[in-house]
């Protein structure tokens, strides 16, 4: 790392700024430390926290999760999501807490991922699909960190983005020589994630440099160009990226079955409460269109 | 490709994806051309949409060129591998 990388890296991390995790979220971070946690205690203290108990139930009532009757129980949605989404969703709404408005979409489009990822781990015959739907729900953690911590150079960012056609993470390349994935990785260090977890979000660009997870990150890599190409996607960076063709050769998928890959999602996203608006009424009013 | 209500459908489409019932049983698989026959399967099956190969049916044309280029502007930086080029037409065939 050079003198400018750590120097960045350090007013980035700068713990005071940094958002703080109410206690409560403290306390279930800690519990789920242990994998054997247990699942009565973490479920009575996310039932105190109504903003958390919303969320976890949201997520496991989303469409893509297929469940055929409403999950109206913490404890049932504990049981289902798993201790690494649970994290996932608290360090989320913690980064998210005073940013979401600034980054508009940038939440959504995290979710979209989340389940799209979910989905095609599930389709693809992954394992670890709640680390890769972790994984997902925080790909892009490094670009709040940014808007967040460097607020000047983020408005530069989004001009550079916006007037010259390209990704934000190309821009970010060309204004302060660091890019989201990388900065998503310190943080994900700092909260001491597990491996699978790190490598997603440091390599979800570029899966095909990374070693260990390689599918786990081309699979959120390709939720990610899906999610944009349907435009859930953050308002200042709404450019699918091109596709790592070393990451999506790992995945072995036959390029017959995208049409199918495609509608599926499509059809969910329709489905699902917090995504349907993203395709806005076509036809009849009735009809979607995207 | 195209979607299409079942209302619009006619015999001589060909199915571009399987279609599934509400159960996920598959109805008729994809690469089917559409008989009067099939088309009552379908109803009988409670099947309401259906996508198929081509761009049989003219939309109004102002707001459908609308969002196909929109579409297009989403995947302008997304390079033209045929992964890309699939997952852009499928996107655009639901759309319109
Ligand atoms: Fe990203
Ligand atoms: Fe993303």
């Not at chain 1, 925080?138 to 960012?157: P, R, S």
């Amino acid at each position: 790392m050079n003198p400018t990388d750590a120097h960045i890296k350090d007013r980035l991390l700068n713990i005071k700024d940094l958002p703080t995790i109410p206690a409560v979220h403290g306390r279930i971070l800690k519990l789920i430390e242990d994998v054997n946690y247990s699942i009565e205690e973490v479920s009575r203290l996310i039932e105190r926290d109504q903003v958390l108990s919303t969320k976890v139930l949201k997520l496991v009532n989303s469409p893509f999760y297929g469940l055929h009757s409403e999950v109206a129980a913490v404890r049932r949605a504990v049981v289902l999501l798993g201790g690494n989404l649970i994290r996932g969703v608290i360090l989320s709404t913690a980064l998210f807490g005073g940013m979401g408005e600034k980054l508009p979409g940038l939440w959504d489009h995290s979710y979209c991922c989340s389940m799209v990822a979910g989905f095609l781990a599930r389709r693809f015959g992954l394992a670890s699909v709640e680390e890769i739907m972790t994984g997902a729900l925080l790909h892009d953690i490094g670009k709040i960190l940014i808007k967040q911590q460097l607020k000047e150079a983020a408005v530069e960012i989004e001009n550079v983005a916006r007037s010259g056609g390209v990704l934000m993470i190309e821009a970010e390349r060309q204004v302060i020589h660091i890019t989201h994935d990388k900065v998503g990785l310190w943080l994900a260090e700092k909260w001491n994630l597990p491996d699978i977890i790190k490598n997603i979000i440091a390599y979800h660009h570029t899966p095909g440099r990374c070693g260990t997870h390689l599918k786990a990150a081309a699979t959120v890599h390709f939720s990610d160009i899906i999610a944009k190409g349907i435009g859930v996607s953050y308002s200042d960076d709404p450019l699918a990226p091109a596709l790592d063709e070393k990451g999506w050769a790992s995945l072995g998928v036959d390029e017959g079955d995208i049409v199918d890959i495609v509608v599926e999602i499509v059809d969910l996203i329709q489905t699902d409460k917090m995504l349907s608006k993203y395709l806005s009424g076509g036809r009849g009013g009735e009809q979607k269109s995207i | 490709m195209q979607r299409l209500d079942i209302d619009e459908a006619i015999p001589s489409l060909v199915l571009a994806v399987t279609i599934k019932d509400k159960n996920g049983d598959i109805v008729l698989m994809k690469g089917v051309e559409l008989t009067e026959k099939h088309i009552a399967v379908l109803r009988n099956r409670d099947v309401k949409r259906l996508i198929v190969e081509g761009a049989p049916l003219k939309r109004e044309k102002g707001a459908e060129e609308a969002v196909l280029q929109e579409v297009d502007k989403r995947f302008s930086a997304a390079g033209a591998h045929p992964v890309i080029a699939k997952i852009k037409d499928t996107i655009k065939g639901l759309a319109v």
